[in-house]
């Protein structure tokens, strides 16, 4: 089939280089004409595992071509797969995807996470909601848990399902206002485990319980599930925020109270400020403290900040007074109050505490003896639970971990 794909970000960009190498022949446009010409070039700046190897490959046969603009031609389905940040009182703010939909000759197709009830409002437009991870974006879209397609009759949702036809997941086809329900409801459930766990972590430092055992003793229960349970600094990323806020605002004009939802976000902010009182409890004041951060990004295995909650607890530390340096394999770049240095052990030099913000798998096998050499005062707080303790200890470490 003769796909088009608008917008090439996360979203688009692998549904564009997914759809290629299953096949297809695909157009992928962006406005902006920077990335284009970068795409065009095989150029991906997108940290996401695979993802650079299918776009040589569509550009090397042919099946894949980027172009500058949102209007696509001669295609068979467009799929719509710009932004939808988060607008006015919570909702989704849908100009990008109405700009590309009044310009949609042919059937659209809505992979943009989008309010209940918008492909409604268009006749002939078809939801078919995304659900891959950053950071495993393209084995999500190759190998989906599900696929969800929401049309206004089964023929034409069927069509946009067989698209997939090679990927063999299962398919639940249904109402488009239903397929954009699925999408909220999921993410959102998400967050609801994992501000639970994060209670539940906070919970463990009071009875002096190890939340590690907790959550092993939970996700062995098919029904709990074993994913969403490691407590962290707050769920972040540029959707659980947004989609939860969503989802709220939906639930607020239908006169719906979510108390469930709207306790998983308050949960939530709360988790960057637990953070710093701990460090706070343990070392005093913070004014003129030099911390280093390890992890800037929202999550391991992506490079992407959107919403991190590392810089929100970074924010407060800076805001308190603290001197900021961090080291993230895959941050380069200084921000605002933060020195970013080449390695961990740079961060460590003289630093007065060291903090672990994401649980990038390395921070696991760092070499602490030289670590501890560097550091001003041997003290690590680790809210991802990666540093090993007995490792950390034996190079002279105290190790304060989130949840024990
Ligand atoms: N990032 C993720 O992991 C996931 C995101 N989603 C949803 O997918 C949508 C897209 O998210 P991302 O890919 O992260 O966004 P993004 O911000 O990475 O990419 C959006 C792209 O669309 C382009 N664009 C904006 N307006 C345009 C227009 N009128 N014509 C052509 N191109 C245009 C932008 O230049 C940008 O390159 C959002 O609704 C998001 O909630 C869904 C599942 C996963
Ligand atoms: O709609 C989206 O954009 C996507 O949002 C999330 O994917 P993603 O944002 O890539 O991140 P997750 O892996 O879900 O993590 C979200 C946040 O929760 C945190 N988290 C996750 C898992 C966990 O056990 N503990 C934990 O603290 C992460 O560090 C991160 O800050 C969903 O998992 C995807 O299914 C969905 O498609």
């Not at 696509?72 to 590309?100: H, I, K, N, R, Y």
């Not at 059937?107 to 891959?132: D, I, M, Q, R, Y």
């Not at 989609?243 to 976000?265: C, H, S, V």
């Not at 900021?324 to 080449?342: F, H, K, M, N, S």
Request: net charge negative.
């Amino acid at each position: 089939m003769r796909i088009g794909v608008v917008g090439a970000g996360y979203v688009g960009l692998t549904t564009a280089a997914c759809f290629a190498h299953l096949g297809h022949q695909v157009v992928c446009a962006d406005v902006d004409e920077s990335k284009v010409e970068a795409l065009n070039a095989g150029e991906v700046a997108l940290h996401e595992p695979g993802l650079s190897d299918l776009v040589a490959e569509g550009l090397g046969s042919g099946g894949l071509r980027f172009v500058t603009g949102s209007r696509l031609s001669d295609v068979d389905f467009t799929f719509v797969c710009v932004q939808t940040p988060t607008g006015a009182d919570g909702e989704a703010d849908l100009t990008a995807v109405e700009e590309v939909l009044d310009q949609v000759s042919g059937p659209a197709v809505v992979k943009s996470t989008v309010p209940v009830g918008t492909a409604a409002k268009h006749p002939g437009v078809v939801s078919n909601p995304e659900f891959l991870r950053e950071g495993h974006a393209v084995e999500d879209f190759l190998r989906p848990q599900r696929i969800v397609v929401g049309a206004q009759d089964e023929r034409q949702a069927r069509a946009v399902a067989d698209l997939y036809g090679a990927t063999r997941a299962p398919v639940v086809l249904t109402d488009t206002t239903s397929a954009e329900l699925v999408k909220y409801a999921s993410n959102c459930f998400l967050a609801l485990k994992l501000s639970y766990v994060n209670t539940l972590a906070e919970l463990c430092e009071h009875l002096d319980a190890d939340i590690d055992g907790v959550t092993e003793g939970m996700r062995l229960d098919n029904r709990i599930g074993a994913s969403c349970l490691a407590p962290g600094p707050g769920w972040g990323g540029s959707c659980l925020p947004k989609d939860t806020l969503a989802l709220l605002a939906t639930a607020r004009t239908a006169g719906i109270d979510f108390a469930t939802l709207e306790a998983a976000i308050s949960t939530n902010h709360h988790q960057p400020r637990r953070v710093v009182d701990r460090i706070r409890e343990e070392v005093g004041p913070l004014d003129g403290v030099r911390i280093g951060l390890l992890g800037l990004t929202f999550k391991a295995g992506t490079s992407d900040l959107r919403d991190s909650p590392a810089l929100v607890v970074a924010g407060i530390l800076s805001g308190e007074g603290a001197v900021l340096v961090a080291y993230d394999p895959c941050v380069e770049q200084d921000r605002p109050g933060i020195t970013v240095l080449p390695s961990a052990v740079e961060a460590a030099e003289g630093a007065d505490v060291l903090l672990v913000l994401t649980e990038w798998p390395e921070f696991a096998e760092l070499d602490w003896p030289e670590l501890a050499k560097r550091v001003r005062n041997p003290l690590i707080f680790d809210t991802r639970g990666v540093v090993p303790p007995g490792k950390a200890a034996e190079a002279g470490f105290r190790l304060v971990r989130t949840g024990r």
